[in-house]
């Protein structure tokens, strides 16, 4: 037995692993934790290589649960982008249990979209949960706004050359097509939002504030005042009459919330309740940044113009 | 200001040698002139190397001050045009843009000393601390005949209606090097031996401390130290994240209250590299578990080994399957063998995530050796069988519902019990749950009685946020 335990102990006891990089030829295996990532690094990668992600659409990122599937998402994965902020942090436990060490954060096959951002909604003063689920590094929701994507995709693309520096010059073709799509569609959404400059937007969850940055909405509040916690009657009581004051017109409520509440708020307010999905994919034919960008702005527009 | 004040003085100086130099040799304007070109030049130059300097530094300066968050790398872009009245978004039309990420500044002696939650300071970065510390605590409620009080044989043995705290623990984790991880968890909580009030103490212990080494070869990954092993379905799961309140009857009656635990030894476990989930885990433990085993030495190991397969079926679900095994020895030099097959499917509302139903049921046999009866020779094999199941109903985030049945056989003495355990929980946040559960007991054998009880459990936790398993 006692042999047994000396050849396992020395096996296990053996130097880290020596990471065979991928070679040219071999397609990029890219991972995303969440569906924006996902959408805007496809358009990155293009045919060079597959890109999945590790939460499906349209489900919430704040109630994750760990799934086998997972870990074996990640235990395939050659690269991984993460937000980098707390909104996909369920996916160190998942790397630590996929025996992939390439993915551990902090080693150079983890990319963080946030790196170099502006980031809106840091936390000051001391935190603790009587706040609620809060992120204290900040609004982790920054895709929304089209114009944080330069810095996202060159994070993305920067992270992607430097594992597979041969693929530089398609990747960095790639982004800049990715861009000037952007570019064209944010005229047309810019103009699409110009008559509701300024207008004031209650969202029941905290994830807008970088989308209604981009488009000059002003955001009135949040019904979900405390993240993960029911709002108080004295918040909602305020938070109604503010919006009969500045004759609010829309509650924007995630697809993945219930909307008892946004509705009651909303009908006491003379509002109405706009369900949209907060990520692409959620609802078919959105699934790229683009389509899921158009999807929300139309909809945006179309309530407020009612 | 001073770098600049250096520079006025240079070119002074400069200017007044060149003037004096000129007065005194009475040089031809064409000279003059070159010369003053010549100076002008050096002047350019020194300005041009103090400007960078001065970038340079602020460069500096900035990357102090946003702490080791770099600027984004630089790349050309289109700009995307932002509009914005308020806070205007600034894409860089460059790619690089400043960093303003949260500041985290050390904490002064003052600040360490002022009286705050404790996960605040474990706030990774930001309290200084490089490691995470979660609190969790769970107290139960047990309510029961006088009976069931005075035979101390209800589910909390000797601890038949009263209010204790059946786990505190705290917990410390992160990451070691970029290598390893580690947890520490030490927890405290009532134990009673006979029910006696004399007996009943709160036991402070070391319920878990290992190591695990990330990065080994074949995609290894191996725990060493005092843990949980990977045995079964709910056995590694805590006392205070167990789907009921109380451990199904089988891991209590093959195991002890808390089931396979506080095994210290190696463990390693791989994810095989297929298109299907396989997760194989083995295990090399002292065999301290007395109620099993108990030989508690490395010459008789405890051995362990799970295989786990999980089916994704997309918005039909998820079905996880486990077979486990742990064979070791008892003190008297008798092999225990605990063999065990699980089944856990789980189906989530496609849109918001609710409502959820979970399926879940484990079955156990316990194959040991004892010694023969008096007056019979040899040793006696007994074969002992166990096992529950379970379905939940959470209708929305907050509401939960569900029933357990258990049946189970004692592990060496004759007899055996089954079990109902309608239950239902409110979580009026992540972190903070209420379960009431009714159980009713009947067994026979050696553990001849009719048992009803009401538990009530309040569990929170403080810190670090738990990530949900399925």
Redesign the interface.
Known sequence: ??RI?IA??LA?A?T???LIPASAADPLRVLATLPDLWSITRALVGDLGEVKVAT?P???PH???????Q??LV??AEILVRNGL?ED??ID?VI??????RL????PSVIEA???????K??TG????SL??VH???NPHFTL???????V???I??GLARLRPELTDRL?AN??AF??E??TA??RW?DT??PY??EPVVSYHDSWP?FY????L?ELGVIEDRP???PSPQHLVALIRRMRERRVKVVVVE????TATAETVARAAGARVLTVPQSPGAVKGTDTYITHLDALVTTLARALGE | MRTRGRCSVTVLVFLSVATLSGGAHAQDADTLRRELEQLREQFATVSRSYEQRLKELSERLQQLETRG???????T?????????????????T????????RATAPTLADLARP??P??LA?PG?GGLLFDIGVSGDFVANLTSSARERNHDGTFAGRENRVFPREVEVGFFG?VD??A?AVVRISAGEESSNGEPSSRELNVRLDEANI???????????R?GLMRPRFGTLNTVHQDDLPQVDRPDVLTRFFGEEGLDGESG?E????L?AS??H?IALG?FNGDNEVAFGRGS????LITGRW???L?F?EHG?L?IDVSAATGVTPDDHRTTVAGLGVKYKW?G?????PVVTLAAEGLGSFRTVDAAEGESGDRHLERWGGYAYVQYDV??RWAAGVRGDWTELPVERGREWAVSPYAQFK????LRFRLQYKHTEGRGAVERVADELFLQGSFI?GA?P????
């Open positions: 037995m006692f335990l396992a102990a296990l053996a880290p692993a020596t499906r349209g489900q919430n109630d994750l649960e760990i799934r086998p599937s870990i074996l235990k395939r707390e942090s369920w436990p630590e249990s996929s025996g992939n060490p551990l954060r902090g080693a946030v790196r170099g951002l502006e980031i809106l840091v936390r001391p935190i603790d949960r609620g689920d204290p590094s900040g706004d089209p114009g944080t994507l330069p810095i995709t060159a994070n693309v920067a960095q982004r800049q861009l000037d952007v570019a944010m005229r810019t939002m110009l400059r300024g970088y940055r981009a488009f000059g002003e993960g916690v029911p697809s993945w919330y219930p | 968050v770099p600027p984004a790398p630089a790349a872009a289109p700009t995307v045009p932002s509009s914005t009245t308020a806070t205007p978004s600034t894409p860089a039309s790619g690089t843009t400043a960093a303003p990420t949260p705050r939650q996960f605040e706030q930001r990451r970029p290598y991880s695990t080494l990330l990065t080994l070869p074949l995609g290894t990954t191996a060493i190696v390693a476990f791989w994810v590299p299907m989930y997760e090399v490395l010459r008789d190991p786990r397969t999980f994704e997309e998820g996880q989530i496609a849109r918001t995530g609710f929305n985030r009026p946040s992540e972190f403080l946020h990530t949900e398993r399925f």
